[in-house]
T-cell receptor, first 112, second 114 residues
Framework: GEQVEQRPPHLSVREGDSAFITCTYT??????FFWYKQEPGASLQLLMK?????EINEGQGFTVLLNKKDKRLSLNLTAAHPGDSAAYFC???????????FGAGTQLIVIP | EAAVTQSPRSKVAVTGGKVTLSCHQT?????MYWYRQDTGHGLRLIHY???????EKGDIPDGYKASRPSQENFSLILELASLSQTAVYFC?????????????FGPGTRLLVL
């Protein structure tokens, strides 16, 4: 079955710096990919989803890159601020209908 | 925006007791899921369902039952709660026909088993 590995498990950056999180997956037939943000004590909020073969999506203060050739999904928070402090999870929709496979998460701390 | 609610939001249970966690969605989604999250870790799938009156085992189903009496409702049942089942439980729903199968999560239920 699908295996998703997320790195790093913990990340501390200073305010204004970039924070880079990467997930690798194993199922070459995967085609929907998601990033979720979880603030302390809260639920998971969808940050972004991508599904093209190689895609860069830009959101408010972050960029998501999907490289299907390398089976790699990345999240780059540009100019991080303290409000970005949270846990971030990648999720991959593999071959099985309706099933998402989650990475173990990255605990991000942005130091003012 | 998709809406998934859970009840109770927190619960204290005794070892060996029965616990029922409820989830309700108003999204008209076919799929519903139960996950558990342990402190500092990711989500693990317990049970899921793609149609009323049918449930499927996820990755960690032992010690849990699920019930889907209607499209909107999905329950997670711990018949004999154990200390190891202390965790936060999240319900989610999705529809593979729209939104690229995006899962929308409820607020979570904090379960403490003593």
């Amino acid at each position: 079955g699908e295996q998703v590995e997320q790195r790093p498990p913990h990340l501390s950056v200073r305010e204004g710096d970039s924070a880079f999180i990467t997930c690798t997956y194993t199922d070459p037939n995967s085609y929907y990919f998601f990033w979720y943000k979880q603030e302390p004590g809260a639920s998971l909020q969808l940050l972004m989803k991508v599904f093209s073969s190689t895609e860069i999506n830009e959101g408010q203060g972050f960029t998501v890159l999907l490289n299907k050739k390398d089976k790699r999904l990345s999240l780059n928070l540009t100019a991080a601020h303290p409000g970005d402090s949270a846990a971030y999870f990648c999720a991959v929709r593999g071959s099985a209908l309706g099933r998402l496979h989650f990475g173990a998460g990255t605990q991000l701390i942005v130091i003012p | 925006e998709a809406a998934v609610t859970q009840s109770p939001r927190s619960k204290v249970a005794v070892t060996g007791g029965k616990v029922t966690l409820s989830c309700h969605q108003t999204n008209n989604h076919d799929y519903m899921y139960w996950y558990r999250q342990d402190t500092g870790h990711g989500l693990r799938l317990i049970h899921y369902s793609y149609v009323a009156d049918s449930t499927e085992k996820g990755d960690i189903p032992d010690g849990y039952k699920a019930s889907r009496p209607s499209q909107e409702n999905f329950s997670l049942i711990l018949e004999l709660a154990s200390l190891s089942q202390t965790a936060v439980y999240f319900c989610a729903s999705s529809d593979y026909r729209v939104n690229q199968d995006t899962q929308y999560f409820g607020p979570g239920t904090r379960l403490l088993v003593l």
